[in-house]
């Protein structure tokens, strides 16, 4: 059975590494690849994809998955053998049904799809990739298809994203969230919103670059095992334990963007760098679910990074590093202009208290879509109406409504928005364990110290991989299921100090 498990274990090893090799040509396209390697790009990771998608489904690894049935019965479930297998099973079990045929096609389609939309956003052109997005419908209902006995349509799309997570499950926390979020977000945005013209003043790149990495590695960092880059678009990509980067971007007019882009990326790469060793090259090797995931950057960006503890520290170092921009500026009134709450349009920038409303507004459309209420013309409307609803203002072009983000215009409909806001959820409770385990974790973020932190994450969460669903990491490190309590518990705290809540 050894020998069966560690041929099983080479064959996957195989797939990492091409799946790796087609991430180092993404992370250089995004880098430093110069504009005219694009069409041959594409060609090369397409094949790159193709390929580890052929290795992974090969009737072989069904075979040995089959042989080794009875040898992960006599495992415990929680050694790494057992789980190794039994997310092989889960993933094999998934591919094999999505046909290499359908695959290619939809690859094809979204790319066309994409390149319309870079040229139909600022167009402010929804006509123009209307008829793609229908075809993508059509798409995402199929692949939906091939998973029949599904009790939403939307289940096997949020499926190889947030695992253990169904529709219901999603809209009914969001639903929660929903009753206690929209009073708070009123409440604050009813107030006069807080000054942050200090963070647009001139602020010279290499600075904010270097700062930025001071505070990534004192988070835990390891430079060892990372870097940093500039991109258009800021994300963490992963191509052995032992190389974990990052990328962000700056605006030289405003303080905030390299800063917490930076903060947030690591917040991902921490979860992947404190992966047990062991799983390396293997499926156990990354983070266990987009939700859990974004925790991590969420947890590091906002409630460690934009907490008045964190500043109490940094902020003199801040100071210092741009004295002419930030001499006349206390703490205070950078803290609150950090935190600044608005209503505004873009997802993406949105601040901790609305965020989660541009979420459970993608979420909800994509249901409906799925389900057949919603027809793709009427989104345009359909978004300003509820946008209006929501906050109170209207889109004045679809350039920054409906064609704002790429997911539905690079991928399926259907699974793509809810980790962002599972994320905000599961910091806080990740955290709320963590103080209660150890309470001083507070004063060591004033005294710029994050070990004790860093640790728990790492022994409750990060170590493990993808060893437990997201629904077993929760229950493990914090002995609850999933809750919002601690989420809403830590905006009334945080917003209730900067602006009055009731
Ligand atoms: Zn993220």
């Known amino acids: 059975m050894q020998a ?21 040509l993404h992370w250089d396209q995004s880098t430093y690849m110069p504009p005219g390697g694009a069409k041959a790009r594409a060609r090369q990771t397409a094949t790159l994809s193709r390929l580890a998608h052929e290795k992974f489904t090969d009737v072989a690894i069904g075979n040995l998955l089959d042989t080794l049935t009875p040898y992960e019965k006599s495992l415990d479930y929680e050694s790494d053998e057992a789980s190794l297998i039994r997310l092989t099973r889960r993933k094999y079990e998934r591919a094999i049904k999505i046909p290499a045929k359908f695959m290619a096609e939809v690859a094809t389609h979204t790319s066309e799809s994409y390149q319309v939309w870079t040229k139909a956003r600022p167009a ?13 419908l059509e798409y995402s209902r199929k692949c939906a298809n091939f998973f029949p006995g599904y009790d939403h349509i939307a289940d096997p799309l949020i499926e190889p994203r947030d695992f253990g997570m169904k529709a219901a499950d999603v809209s009914r926390v969001f639903s929660e969230l929903r009753k206690e979020l929209v009073p708070i977000a009123s409440a604050i945005t009813s107030q006069p919103p807080a000054d942050d013209s200090c963070l647009h003043k001139h602020y010279p790149e290499t600075q904010q670059l270097d700062f930025g990495m001071v505070v990534a590695k004192k988070f835990g960092y390891d430079l ?5 880059d500039k991109t258009h678009h800021p994300f963490m990509t992963k191509f052995s334990l032992g190389d974990v980067r990052i990328t962000t971007r700056s605006k030289e007019d405003s303080l905030g963007e390299a800063l917490f882009c930076t903060m947030h990326e690591t917040g991902h790469a921490l979860y992947e760098q404190g992966i047990n060793m062991d799983f390396e090259g293997t499926p156990l090797a990354r983070g266990t679910s987009a939700g859990v995931h974004e925790s991590q950057s969420r947890l590091w960006e906002n409630i460690v990074g934009r907490s008045k503890g964190f500043w109490n520290c940094f ?6 590093t741009f004295s002419e921009q930030l001499l006349p500026v206390s703490a205070d009134e950078f803290h609150r202009a950090i935190n600044k709450v608005e209503r505004s349009l873009i997802r993406t920038e949105a601040d901790e208290v609305t965020y989660n409303l541009h979420v459970m507004l993608r979420f909800d459309f994509e249901l409906a879509l799925l389900e057949g209420e919603m027809e793709i013309r009427d989104l345009p409307s359909a978004w300003r109406e509820r946008f209006e609803a929501d906050f109170g203002i209207v889109p004045p072009d679809d350039k920054d409504g409906v064609l704002q983000d790429v997911h539905w215009y690079f991928g399926l409909i259907g699974g793509s928005f809810q980790g962002y806001t599972l994320g905000n959820i599961l910091a806080a409770q990740f955290y709320t364990s963590a103080l209660e385990s150890h309470p001083e974790i507070p004063n060591d973020i004033e005294k710029g110290e994050f070990q ?48 009055s809540l009731n």
Do not use: C
Request: proline content about 5%; hydrophobic content about 30%.
């Open 4 to 24: 069966k498990f560690q041929e099983l274990k080479n064959r996957l090893i195989e797939v990492n590494d091409i799946n790796a090799a087609a991430g180092v």
């Open 124 to 136: 402010n052109d929804f006509e123009r990739v209307r008829p793609y997005l229908e075809k993508t």
């Open 224 to 228: 060892n095992r990372g870097r940093q």
């Open 315 to 320: 902020y003199p170092q801040l100071q210092k």
């Open 452 to 499: 004790t932190l860093h640790n728990w994450l790492r022994n409750n969460i990060y170590r493990h991989g993808s060893k437990f669903t997201a629904p077993e990491i929760i229950k493990r490190a914090t002995g609850k299921p999933m809750s919002i309590k601690p989420y809403i518990n830590y905006l009334r705290t945080k917003y209730g100090e900067l602006y």
